[in-house]
């Protein structure tokens, strides 16, 4: 059995004779109080900013606009894809009228509002607003967050198609159609704030593109994604390198220095290839296209550890809000893998471990509720996705805690990832220092049902 394997099943071991005996263990998390949670007063904002969605009703219009192409033929086009054009309109009616639901409470009030789709939402817009309101799902909240710099402007999500999204970081869904009750309790300070962590980026290194590409709207493919990396790239190059610097070769020096990153991640950070290689293969049949996997290659400190060389499908760092999101279903154990840990652990160890289904499903309930930590809290969670571990390369912790994690790159055609919606360039020589500070929270407001 390999070392890794006996650390796991003792860990395991901890949790099944907590479970079987009661004695307490240490949680792997803490919740942290923030002391100015609760409001001394109420909360009346005079601008608001509402950023909604883009429906897939209008996502597929905007794909055939330029064609020229009819509603008629678009009905066709969705009905070969096997969608329905009429349940398409009907959630972006559902989603229209809780916009403007939302809107005319906020008026009603006296308060003055600025209605941007998702795709006109910039730093201006982020300036003009004293509150800003997420008019969609959790996608939604995430591109609205990622630009709010600032722990003192509030961010509010709504939830406007409770039928089709979960709306995780958004109130409770009953207030969706029921916004005045929202103001009401807002301006009486029947809430109170959580001040959710975020993490920060700094880039540095040799060959890196600070310029993100956004990927919300533009829907890319692998090979898109790429090809728009480069133009990128070639664009940053041309505005801030000297002619001569560029013929060269030599970058200019800013891209060298370490550089905070104008974005903020509320969910977690994803550090991989972001593409498969491609061989070519020739035969008497016309040229034949492989997809091989290709393994992100990486140097990773954590916490200003000794480096560590990894292969791995790639890095996840993520928040106590993210804790729930892809990272939880990264680490998350099924009840088929518990079940046969705790064999092994019973013909192992000899103790009388009970193998009956409702054991194993509180043992799998326990450890993968110990994966999700608050979202006040100030540590990262970092994940390594299956990694490669042989004699070159080592993977000495496959998740854990941190308060700092610096990567290296050695990879061709990667991505950094910021909340699955912003792409920057992760070439070889790019280093990135992935960290939080008490100035990047965001707050937002928690209702009771």
């Known amino acids: 059995m390999t070392r890794r394997c006996v650390v796991n099943l003792v860990c395991l071991g901890n949790r099944v004779v907590t479970l079987m005996y009661g004695n307490s263990l240490r949680p792997l998390h803490t919740s942290v109080c923030n002391p100015s949670s609760q409001p001394k ?6 601008k ?15 794909r055939y606009r330029y064609a020229g192409l009819s509603e ?19 959630r972006h009616n559902i989603h229209t009228n809780n916009v403007e639901h939302i809107v005319k409470s906020l008026r009603k009030e006296g308060i003055e509002v600025r209605v941007v789709k998702r795709g006109e939402y910039d ?30 402007k509030p961010v509010v999500g709504v939830n406007t198609d409770p039928e089709r999204s979960e709306g995780h970081l958004c109130l409770p869904v009953r207030y969706t159609r029921a916004f005045p009750e929202v103001l009401e309790k807002l301006c009486r300070g029947e809430f109170r704030w959580l001040w ?16 993100p590409v956004d990927l919300h709207e533009q829907q890319l493919s692998l090979e898109q994604h790429s ?62 296209k492989l997809l091989l996997h290709r393994a992100s290659y990486y140097e990773i400190s954590v916490d200003d550890g000794p480096w560590e060389k990894q292969k791995s499908s790639g890095l996840s760092i993520c928040t106590g809000t993210g804790s729930k999101a892809w990272s939880y279903n990264i680490n998350k154990l099924a009840e088929q893998s518990v079940e046969e840990v705790l064999k092994i652990g019973k013909s192992q160890t ?3 471990i009970p193998l009956n289904h409702e054991f194993i499903a509180k043992v799998t309930e326990e ?11 100030r540590r990262l969670f970092f994940s390594v996705r299956e990694p490669i571990v042989n004699r070159v390369f080592s993977s000495s912790r496959q998740r854990g805690f941190a308060s700092k994690v610096c990567v290296r790159s050695r990879c061709w055609d990667a991505c950094m990832v910021v909340d699955g919606g912003t792409s920057f360039e992760f070439n070889d020589g790019a280093i990135a220092t992935i960290s939080m500070s008490e100035e990047d929270q965001l707050r937002t407001v928690v209702l009771e049902n």
């Open 41 to 46: 007063c109420g909360f009346k904002p005079e």
């Open 48 to 62: 608001v900013a509402v950023v909604t969605k883009t429906t897939r009703y209008e996502f597929e219009q905007q």
């Open 72 to 90: 008629e033929d678009l009905k066709q086009l969705l009905r070969m894809k096997g969608s329905s054009y009429s349940g398409l309109l009907e």
């Open 123 to 152: 730093k201006e817009v982020v300036r003009w607003a004293d509150a800003i309101i997420s008019a969609g799902g959790d996608g939604t909240m995430l591109l609205v967050a990622s630009k709010v710099l600032s722990k003192d």
């Open 196 to 211: 959710r962590q975020r993490i920060r980026l700094h880039l540095e290194g040799t060959g890196i593109n600070p310029t």
């Open 227 to 288: 090809q728009a990396h480069r133009i990128t790239t070639m664009d940053s190059q041309r505005s801030t390198t000297p002619p001569a610097a560029m013929w060269t070769g030599t970058l200019h020096e800013s891209f060298s220095k370490p550089s905070l990153l104008p974005i903020r991640s509320l969910n977690e950070i994803f550090i991989g290839e972001s593409l498969s290689s491609r061989v070519k293969l020739k035969s008497f049949k016309p040229h034949v």
């Open 350 to 352: 000899g103790l009388e």
């Open 367 to 377: 450890y993968n509720e110990s994966l999700v930590f608050s979202p006040e809290d």
